[in-house]
Structures are given as C-alpha cells and as structure tokens.
C-alpha cells in the first residue's frame, strides 16, 4: 500500500539549489519516521539525514550540516530536502526512505521499510 516517489533531481553548477521531494503515498504517512540517503558511484549506501513522524531532525551528515534542511508536509504527504551551496562531492543518486518504527529514525538503510526509486543529482565544477 505503500509507494514512495522522488522529483528534483538533475544537473547542476556548484554554488547552486536543489529541492528534492518525496511523494508517500498510504493513509498511515504521517506516523512514519523518513531519511534521506545518497549512493556514489562505488561508495556505500551513506544516511543524509532523518526525521521522525513528528518533523523533529533526529540525525544530519557533517557533510549536510548547514547546507542541506529536511522537512515534511503532512497534509501533501510529502518531505523534502533542501540542498543548497553544493559542491561537487555532492553528487550522488539521493534516496527517500519510511520507516515503520516506533521511536527515533534509524540511520541503518536496512532498516527503513519503503524506497523510492532515486533520483540523480550532479554537480558540476
């Protein structure tokens, strides 16, 4: 019952914003803990940050820190990513996840319950 679908990814220069979204679908949406993660190109699967069913930030990358807000919108069913200053490293396929769980989001991929299918985000020097 449960699908998760991303937007705003693509080509970018450095210096500049994107805004991931990530469309839930299922009527329990809200009471879902949501992360963020992204995957390089030979590198592991690496947690963005995450929020719990509430909107509370519970975990954010160093890398994220003052230049990446996530958020959600209940009443759209949807969370977002705000990235801004990006850089180069920052390229990656960016990950939208839902947990099940009770409490705080976990930072462990294997632990979220649904994916979305990903969507690419490069940035260019």
């Known amino acids: 019952q449960v699908q998760l679908v991303e937007s705003g990814g693509g080509l970018v220069q450095a210096g500049d914003s994107l805004r991931l979204s990530c469309l839930v679908s299922g009527r329990t949406f809200s009471t879902y803990n949501m992360g963020w993660f992204r995957q390089a190109p030979g590198k592991e699967r690496d947690v963005v940050a995450a929020m719990n069913w509430r909107g509370v930030l519970t975990y954010c990358a160093d890398f994220a820190k003052g230049r990446f807000t996530l958020s959600r919108d209940n009443a759209k069913n949807t969370v977002y990513l705000q990235m801004n200053s990006l850089k180069p490293e920052d390229t990656a396929v960016y990950y939208c996840?839902?947990?099940?769980?009770?409490?705080?989001?976990?930072?462990?991929?294997?632990?979220?319950?649904?994916w979305g299918q990903g969507t690419q985000v490069t940035v260019s020097s």
């Open positions: 996840a839902a947990d099940r769980s009770v409490g705080t989001a976990p930072t462990m991929a294997w632990e979220y319950d649904y």
